[in-house]
C-alpha cells in the first residue's frame, strides 16, 4: 500500500483547501466587488493573494513531501508486475496529471508574479485559476481510486 501518513493526508487537504478557498475569495473581490467591477481594488484582496502565497509555499512543501515518497513508492508499485499495473493505471493517470497540473499551476502563478506583461496578465490569471481548480476536484478523485483499489483486492 502507498497510504499518505495521517499528518501528510491532513496537511494535503488543509492547503489544497487554503489555495482554493484564497483564490476563489481573490476572485470574488477582485471581479464582483472591486477592480474588475470598474471600481477601485477592495480593500481585502491584498490579503486574500497574501494568504494564498503562504497557501502555496505550503503547498510546495507538500510537493516536495509527495515527490520524496509516494510518488516513487506508487510508481514502483504499478511497475512490479502486470497485475498491479493494470489495476492501478486509473490511479496513475490520476496521479500524472495531478503532478502535471500542480507544475502548471506553481509555473503560471510565478509568471503571474513575476513575467507575465500586463496585457495578457488577465489571461495568464484566468488560466492559473482553472489550473488550480482543475487540480482541487481531481485530488479527491486520486485518492478515492486509491480506496477503491484498496477494497478491490
Known amino acids: 500500500m502507498n497510504h499518505l ?11 489544497v483547501a487554503a489555495l482554493t478557498l484564497s483564490g476563489l475569495l481573490w476572485l470574488a473581490w477582485h471581479y464582483l466587488w472591486g477592480a474588475g467591477a470598474g471600481n477601485l481594488p477592495h480593500p481585502l484582496e491584498p490579503w486574500w493573494m497574501r494568504l494564498h502565497g503562504a497557501a502555496a509555499f505550503a503547498g510546495l512543501f507538500m510537493a516536495g513531501v509527495l515527490a520524496a515518497a509516494h510518488v516513487p513508492q506508487g510508481w514502483r508499485m ?8 493494470q489495476h492501478r493505471a486509473g490511479q496513475r493517470r490520476t496521479g500524472i496529471v495531478l ?3 500542480g507544475t502548471a499551476a506553481v509555473l503560471s502563478g510565478y509568471l503571474l508574479y513575476y513575467f507575465v506583461p500586463e496585457n495578457l496578465h488577465e489571461l495568464m490569471g484566468w488560466a492559473h485559476a482553472v489550473l488550480g481548480l482543475v487540480l ?11 480506496d477503491q483499489s484498496a477494497c478491490g483486492r
Open 5 to 15: 501518513k495521517s499528518w501528510q493526508y491532513r496537511a494535503l487537504y488543509v492547503t
Open 99 to 101: 503532478c502535471a497540473l
Open 136 to 146: 482541487a476536484l481531481l485530488l479527491p478523485l486520486h485518492g478515492w481510486r486509491h
Open 78 to 85: 504499478t511497475t512490479r508486475s502486470p497485475r498491479l499495473r
